[in-house]
């Protein structure tokens, strides 16, 4: 199952370059964001499929399962939805102060 989930990891950063490779702003930002979901495939395929009870304090001797991912990958997600807000946000505003496309701005054109 691991092993899935790495290779679509790998599927979802293929995509994610090429949309960041392309010329439109919103091509762009869709490309964030899937490159932000592989990472987060990434982080939780690395923390492994286990098994076992909640680590609390008092319980007898047994297999508990790591946080650690968990809380990662939370992190991760909470930092990826406010990019990809920012990011629309920017290229909103530009389009309605400029009435073109960022990435036109960027490279300097005028009005094409």
Do not use: C, W
């Not at 009870?53 to 939805?81: H, K, M, N, R, W």
């Amino acid at each position: 199952m691991e092993t899935i989930i790495i290779i679509l990891a790998g599927v979802l950063v293929t995509v994610a370059t090429y949309l960041l490779l392309s010329k439109g702003v919103l091509r762009v930002i869709l490309g964030t964001a899937i490159l932000s979901h592989a990472a987060h495939l990434l982080l939780m395929s690395m923390g492994g499929l286990k098994t076992g009870g909640v680590p609390v304090i008092g319980e007898g001797d047994g297999t508990y399962t790591d946080a650690l991912p968990q809380a990662l990958i939370l992190t991760s997600i909470v930092i990826s939805f406010a990019v990809t807000a920012f990011l629309l946000v920017l290229a909103y505003r530009t389009h309605q102060e400029n009435k073109m496309d960022l990435s036109k701005i960027a490279r300097g054109l005028k009005n094409e």
